[in-house]
């Protein structure tokens, strides 16, 4: 028993040993092997690799893919003119050489990220003292972040290259700080306030214009239409009168007998109506009192 329990256990370090010797790079990344501190292999090939087991060698990766670097704060910048602006930003980048990125910068890729953002804001800063907020949101933005790019360039190819590749800067957004956009919409909508208004006042006025011209419209052609009208009924009530004495100038005795006729029609409207007369001294009852008599027969031709 004790020989296959040592067998057993020597089997099993050996797996353990075996297993600590080999390991896999993947293809978006880089393998560093090291040696008591010291990089002794950069792998840049993917596929299984051997290394001698710990404490003698040790592996770690960095990450070869295209990395972007957003914007980390949003600090006010100064432009030319001493305006307060906040920008937003990003930088596409990629670790080319993994010795001198280790060396000068870190092991992994948030350190290259710190200090990469450093160095663009620094950028960026410089960069927008020179211009003005138009210039800024005009065609010259792209001025901007091309030389932005440059110095960013510049500052990790120094003495110390840090082994990284700056593939595009790039600005997303540019806008003042809180307390002037909040200031410059007070503005803007005092301004479209007062635009608004100016329209309504306007609009008014023509309303008011408008109406006035359709009163005197209405004015007119009412008037012109009781003017025709009384016009049409006055040759009506000339042309009636006309008919009427040529019809009563052929009978006058029935012209009289008729309009006693109507007078008695327009004096009693209602059973009630009462006239307090003197039959025998006044003519109004004239007619009454004569009878059918009273009138005489119209003269035959």
Partial sequence: ??????????????????SSMFFVVDQRQFGMVYAFGQIKEVITEPGL??????????VSYLDKRLLT?????????????????VIDWYVRWRVSEPTDYIRNVGLDENAGALQLNRVVRNAFQEEINKRTVKELLSLQREALMADVKKEVIEAVRGAKPWGIDVVDVRITRVDYVEAITESVYRRMEAERKRVANELRSTGAAEGEKIRADADRQREITIAGAYRDAQKIKGEGDAEAARIYAEAFGRDPQFAQFYRSLEAYKASFHNKSDVLVLDPAASDFFKVMRGGAGAVAAPARK
């Fill in 1 to 18: 028993m004790n020989r296959v329990g040592f067998i057993a256990a020597s089997a099993l370090i050996v797996l353990v040993l075996l």
């Fill in 49 to 58: 690799h051997v290394k001698l087991p710990p404490p003698f060698q040790n």
């Fill in 69 to 85: 670097l957003d914007s980390m704060d949003t600090e006010p910048m100064l432009t030319a003119e001493k305006q307060r602006v």
